[in-house]
Each structure stands twice: as C-alpha cells, then as structure tokens.
C-alpha cells in the first residue's frame, strides 16, 4: 500500500469516537445518512477505495469484487462473521481481508441468556399482556414457565461465545452439553463441566435447551435441519444469536405454531431484516432486531480493532485480524 494516507470508505455510521479517529489517521470518507449501500454503491465504492470497511450487512460478492480497483488491497470488515464477503475471490485478487473477533463475545453471551431467561419465564409474553390491560392479578396457574435449575442446555458451537454462554449457564444451574466440529481442550471442558456430544443428532435428542452458537458457512447451512428439529422434545426451547440461515426458519417456525416444540428466541432471521409473518403472530418466541452484540462499548472495541487492522495494513505489516479462507 502507498505511504501516502490511504482512502478508506466505510459503508454505516460508526460511534462517533470512531468516525473521528479514522479521520486524523486516514483520508476517509463516512456515510453520515447510514443509508445502508446498494450493490451498485458497494461496486463503485471498490473501485475508488484503498480499504473498503463493510459491515456484517453487506453483501461483498465477486460480482462487486469484480469491480475493484487496483488499488483495494483490504477489506477490513467491521463485525466477526465474514459469510458477507466473498473470500476465495478476494484472495484471488490479492486482497486481505480482516474482523473483529474476540469483542463481541460477552455482549452475545449476555443476550444468549437474557433470550433463554425470557423464553423459558415467559418474559416477552407477561410484558405484553400488562401493556394490553389485560392482567387480572396474580393466579397461582397464570403464566407457568419453566425453572432453569437442573435443566440440560446444548450449546452447537463451543467458540469463544458458546465458552462465555456456559459459564453464565453454570451459575443458573444447568447441565451443560455441547457439539462441536472439534472437541475443546480437556481442561476448558473440566472447567465449565461441559460433556461433549460426537453426535448433534443425539445432543438434539436429549436436550431441554439448545443455543445456536456457530458461524454461518457452507457447512453450517441448515445445521439444524427439518430432520434434526424434528429430533428436538416438545418441551424443549432453542435460543439463536449467531446467524438465521443456521436454522431451518420455516421447519422451525411450523414445528413453534403446532406447539412440536415449546418455543424459541431468535436474534437473528434466515432472511432478515425480512421476518417470516407467520413468526410475528406466534406467543411462544421471542424476537429481537439481530442486537446481540449491540452495546456502546462492543462496537466501539470492533472499531478500534477495524483502525488496528487497517494502521497495520498501512505500515506494511500483517494486520493481526486477518481472516484465512476456510478458516471457519
């Protein structure tokens, strides 16, 4: 990359402490409106920019690649998933391309338990019933939800969220399980007093909880499938705060109105910001606008680590977020 400042275009408003710090270090140039971009803009910003700065809502495919210029040499990404991106393109065109893992990690642990403690307590429904007018007073039968204490939870992806997810579950005394496309170290799985399953399809099976944890890859697409829902107990939740398309949405949502499973909180959407009309009209799930990880500090952290990666890349050095293709 030129020693001369470099042109950076970022695609959302970002905190302000941000925005003013990219300012003094780069030659920027904002989106002030936060008019999320169209492809055609993306397209057009790629040709123009030394390093793109996209979120985890914009779709960098090879179409758009296909337009950058000679002088885009990162993309350095404001959020952990990188499915948004096209990788093998990117480095087929020599472009780097970095996240920001690690930040966000306590703020969607936070939020996995808050969306368990309101689907299994009935949160979301007891609040809209008080708004309604329609609460009669305490009953010794009304709004019976489940205790959490003694309960099985299944975490799907044991990363650093799925980690964060079991050691809040251990202080509201659940038996942790989990599934992941490798076993933990011996010594981390002793510590959270988590048993491991080889098999999802047998964890399904058994568990009175399940937290979606994983990223969303080609491999994890549909993970939980019309056929392993099905494997799930009537009585069961499932809780999500990674990505949508890890969940068969329409399965699931079938499976929540015909009362097959008790019910669910969902973060994120396998077509969001769209949000499948049948979900909105059920009282059994919970839904939440994709802010798992949306706290003032988290995002500030992500933007530092955005400036990190791109100061880095600047000075000619290998930006420590550099993200590998296949690496997830």
């Known amino acids: 990359m030129p020693s001369k400042k470099p042109l950076v275009i970022v695609t959302r408003k970002l905190p302000d402490a941000i925005e003013t710090r990219m300012m003094e ?42 337009e950058a210029g000679a002088n885009l040499r990162l993309i350095a990404s404001f959020g952990t998933g990188v499915d948004h991106i096209d990788l093998a393109t990117a480095r087929a065109r020599g472009i780097t391309v970095t996240n920001t893992p690690g930040v966000l990690t306590e703020d969607t642990a936070d939020m996995t338990m808050a969306l368990i403690l309101a689907v299994a307590r009935r949160l979301s429904e007891g609040e809209r019933l008080v708004r309604a007018g329609k609460w009669q007073g305490w009953a010794p039968t009304n709004m019976l939800g489940q205790r959490l204490s003694g309960r099985r939870l299944g975490i799907v ?4 969220i799925g980690q964060a997810v079991a ?87 079938r499976m929540l109105a015909n009362r097959e499973i008790a019910g669910a909180g969902l973060d994120v959407f396998e077509h969001e910001p769209a949000i499948n009309p049948k979900l909105l009209k059920l009282d059994n799930v919970v ?12 995002r500030i952290d992500m933007g530092e680590k955005v400036i990190i990666n791109i100061k880095t890349f600047a000075d000619g050095h290998r930006p420590p977020d550099r993200v590998l293709e296949g690496m997830f």
């Not at 390093?51 to 809502?57: E, H, I, K, N």
Request: contains cysteine; glycine residues 6%; negative net charge.
């Open 167 to 253: 050691r809040r579950a251990r202080g509201f005394g659940l038996s942790i399980h989990y599934h992941n496309r490798r076993r933990i170290l011996v010594e981390i799985e002793q510590d959270l007093e988590a048993t491991y399953w080889e098999s999802l399809d047998q964890m399904l099976a058994h568990m009175d909880i399940v937290s979606v944890n994983c990223p969303h890859t080609p491999g994890t697409f549909h993970l939980l499938s019309a056929r392993r829902l099905k494997l799930m107990r009537p009585q069961a939740i499932i809780v999500n705060t990674a990505r949508g398309e890890v969940i068969d949405e329409t399965t699931l949502t």
């Open 25 to 66: 270090l780069f030659v920027t140039r904002l989106n002030l409106e936060d008019v999320p971009f169209s492809q055609a803009q993306l397209a057009a910003a790629v040709k123009e920019a030394d390093v793109l700065v996209p979120t985890v809502t914009d779709r960098i495919d090879a179409a758009v690649l296909a």
């Open 157 to 160: 992806g044991m990363g650093r």
């Open 287 to 298: 839904l939440l606008p994709h802010m798992g990880s949306a706290t003032l500090d988290g």
